[in-house]
T-cell receptor, first 114, second 112 residues
């Protein structure tokens, strides 16, 4: 049972363009939505995260847009750079009790062409 | 680079072998996790330890046996594995009451 669905599976963007990755969740109890970035040979690293009390969060070139009624959230990478080429995972979890139980999406492999 | 290290980075083992994966975190966290990462699939949570006590086992086959001797170290003992167990095994840590997990680089396991 896949509780977090991510799309697209792969994405190719030209340098300077906007990369958009979408996720949809089913469990309305989720209240923490992080995005992780993973480079080859490395473990995932937290990129940016949002709580459902806000509709948007921006950190540098990375923005999360959150639509609670639609149960969807997305990652926007502005001015995409070749160094952004990586696999991106959305995730969701419930609260802060007994450690976080992250449910991950399938991942999106982003390639930014120079 | 994260404060979570994993050894070995690569492991090839036969189906009858016994091996162990090691994870160490230097972040002062008190929760540790094992994940399995297979191609084109979401990361699968395997085990969770809070303050050295196992709090979650996501229906993982008994051929995977975790051990957490203290809050800084986590092991995954492997025996009689199957080829479909070939994957990247990731260790992560966090505060028990925290949301952010820090991942190690993983161990690439190949079962022949």
């Amino acid at each position: 049972q896949q509780q977090v669905k991510q799309s697209p599976q792969s994405l190719i963007v030209q340098k300077g363009g906007i990369s958009i990755i979408n996720c949809a969740y089913e469990n309305t109890a989720f209240d923490y939505f992080p995005w992780y970035q993973q480079f080859p040979g490395k473990g995932p690293a937290l990129l940016i995260a949002i709580r459902p009390d806000v509709s948007e969060k921006k950190e540098g070139r990375f923005t999360i847009s959150f639509n609670k009624s639609a149960k969807q959230f997305s990652l926007h990478i502005m001015d995409s750079q070749p160094g952004d080429s990586a696999t991106y995972f959305c995730a969701a979890s419930i609260g802060e009790t007994s450690g976080s139980r992250l449910t991950f999406g399938e991942g999106t492999q982003l390639t930014v062409n120079p | 680079e994260t404060g979570v290290t994993q050894t070995p980075r690569h492991l090839v083992m036969g189906m009858t072998n016994k091996k162990s994966l090691k994870c160490e975190q230097h972040l002062g966290h008190n929760a540790m996790y094992w994940y399995k990462q297979s191609a084109k699939k979401p990361l699968e949570l395997m085990f969770v330890y809070n303050f050295k006590e196992q709090t979650e086992n996501n229906s993982v086959p008994s051929r995977f046996s975790p051990e957490c001797p203290n809050s800084s170290h986590l092991f995954l003992h492997l025996h009689t594995l199957q080829p479909e167990d070939s994957a990247l095994y990731l260790c992560a840590s966090s505060q028990v009451a925290g949301l952010e997990q820090y991942f190690g680089p993983g161990t690439r396991l190949t079962v022949t």
